[in-house]
T-cell receptor
Framework: DVKVTQSSRYLVKRTGEKVFLECVQD?????MFWYRQDPGLGLRLIYF???????EKGDIPEGYSVSREKKERFSLILESASTNQTSMYLC??????????????FGEGSWLTVV | AQKVTQAQTEISVVEKEDVTLDCVYE???????LFWYKQPPSGELVFLIR??????QNEISGRYSWNFQKSTSSFNFTITASQVVDSAVYFC???????????FGTGTRLQVFP
């Protein structure tokens, strides 16, 4: 079974802190994604990566950056956390961009509260 | 515009009732993929089904069934004889050829009471 693991389930950070959310997948997937989930808005794509050291902006990249130094790991970075970044963050992965209609697998989510 | 609409924000049923969750999508692409995910209180999105735009066959998996109709741009999900364990938020999502970026609906919260 595919396993997408998010290292932190619950975090509380202060405004202005730098925050790292880590995600690891164990199926050698090429694609990795970070989504944000808010009530009434569904899930929105923040950033995604099709390969190591590659990254592309999603729909709401402002205030975030990402890092993909290894194929299995995709980190989401909040350079200076703000209260409007309080949310649930979900990491996902899928097989590869050259294959369409992949199943996209999600982690358990990270609940971030910025105070 | 590419969009997924789940008009039902919340549905409550009593155990053993059948329930249908609606999903309507918009796209001009001819090749696309539709998904349903279940999100229990634990938070993880659990993959339920993927359907491509060329396959309009309905699918049944145990108590779950899906009705895909391109004519009405709908991909509805029915749970037969619902159980308390079915209580969750259900998301419908859409993606396209050569990308796995998902466009999600806003979700439908299903509560099944004993």
């Amino acid at each position: 079974d595919v396993k997408v693991t998010q290292s932190s389930r619950y975090l509380v950070k202060r405004t202005g802190e730098k925050v790292f959310l880590e995600c690891v997948q164990d199926m050698d997937h090429e694609n990795m994604f970070w989504y944000r989930q808010d009530p009434g808005l569904g899930l929105r794509l923040i950033y995604f990566s099709y390969d190591v050291k590659m990254k592309e902006k999603g729909d709401i990249p402002e205030g975030y950056s990402v890092s993909r130094e290894k194929k299995e790991r995709f980190s989401l970075i909040l350079e200076s956390a703000s209260t409007n970044q309080t949310s649930m963050y979900l990491c996902a992965s899928s097989l590869g961009v050259r294959i369409s209609g992949n199943t996209i697998y999600f982690g358990e989510g990270s609940w971030l509260t910025v105070v | 515009a590419q969009k997924v609409t789940q008009a039902q924000t919340e549905i409550s049923v009593v155990e053993k009732e059948d329930v249908t969750l609606d999903c309507v999508y918009e796209t001009r692409d001819t090749t696309y993929y539709l998904f349903w995910y279940k999100q229990p209180p634990s938070g993880e999105l659990v993959f339920l089904i993927r359907r491509n735009s060329f396959d309009e066959q309905n699918e049944i998996s145990g108590r779950y069934s899906w009705n895909f109709q391109k004519s009405t741009s709908s991909f509805n999900f029915t749970i037969t004889a619902s159980q308390v364990v079915d209580s969750a938020v259900y998301f419908c999502a859409l993606t396209f050829y050569n990308t796995d970026k998902l466009i999600f609906g806003t979700g439908t919260r299903l509560q099944v009471f004993p």
